[in-house]
């Protein structure tokens, strides 16, 4: 099963809007999936400073004092907001690399989330609305978000086996489906330096997209080349630091949803959870189209 929503927002009046009404289209997914919910939101960066976005499930132990420990590590000032098990890390954009290998260091059972200058992504087991309570997702602003509610079929009902997946800075992908070649590509994509940290198909799809968009080419022209090189079935939404994109396999048996106006693009599993929107009912609403790449950007 599984449960998908995004949300682009073409008006910079709704940006204060963006947590709120991307968590009730969340909320109206749970029961295609009510064992873990993620959601990654894009806020307004600031220049120079990149977020490293952490997990713990020990967050007493592993989050009290990673502040100043890892500013030490990386030699220079480290910034943290604590939300529930999770952290936002601020640092300077070009210290990002350094900070992923001290946490792991300093804090050994910390999970990077994502990192980027705009990106932040929370996910825990637990319904949707219980996890968008703990980290008052509805009161979050952006540009732009992605959310999953998940129904754990091939893996373990895990934080780590949530969604989104982040694999390159800004990135990351949900997925409804199952791909088959996902073990072989895994091992491929490692020996390539790509960066996978978990079982999750999920994450394979999105380390693929993030190999080839390292590799020169853009986020449409990496979707199109996973038609040929991802086999199984799948509905992918992609968030990127600009904007978001959608691509269904050409089978396109997962549903999907999406509806446009000229304030915002939404994509949902189901109409439904496109129903609490504002002008909804004047908006222009279809099915995408299998095989065929769909991408906003700002």
Request: aromatic content about 6%; proline content about 4%; glycine content about 12%.
């Amino acid at each position: 099963m599984c449960g998908i929503v995004g949300l682009f927002l073409k008006d910079k009046g709704l940006e204060p809007k963006l947590g709120e009404m991307l968590t009730q289209m969340l909320i109206t997914m749970t029961d295609r999936g009510p064992d873990s919910a993620g959601i990654a939101i894009y806020g307004r960066g600031k220049r120079g400073k990149a977020k490293l976005t952490v997990q713990s499930d020990r967050p007493d132990q592993d989050l009290d004092d990673l502040a100043p420990e890892l500013g030490q590590a990386i030699g220079t000032e480290v910034g943290i907001r604590r939300i529930d098990t999770h952290a936002v890390l601020e640092l300077e954009t070009g210290k990002v690399h350094a900070a992923r290998k001290a946490v792991r260091a300093l804090r050994p059972g910390i999970r990077v989330m994502s990192d980027g200058e705009v990106i932040e992504i929370y996910k825990e087991v637990g319904l949707p609305r219980d996890v968008a309570d703990r980290f008052s997702l509805s009161r979050m602003q952006g540009t732009h978000g992605i959310g999953h509610t998940r129904m754990a079929t091939e893996s373990a009902v895990t934080t780590e086996g949530a969604h989104p997946y982040s694999t390159g800075a800004d990135q990351c992908l949900v997925h409804n489906g199952s791909l088959s070649n996902h073990n072989d590509l895994r091992r491929k994509l490692r020996r390539k330096g790509v960066r996978i940290e978990s079982m999750n198909d999920t994450e394979v799809g999105a380390a693929y997209l993030t190999w080839k968009m390292q590799n020169g080419a853009s986020l449409g022209e990496a979707l199109d080349s996973s038609l040929e090189d991802l086999d199984g079935f799948f509905t992918f939404v992609v968030g990127t630091r600009d904007g978001f994109g959608v691509l269904r396999d050409p089978i396109a048996c997962k549903p999907a949803v999406m509806g446009e106006t000229s304030q915002y693009v939404a994509f949902g599993s189901e109409y439904r959870a496109l129903v609490s929107l504002p002008g909804i009912e004047d908006a222009s609403v279809w099915e995408p189209e299998p095989a065929t790449v769909y991408f906003w950007s700002h």
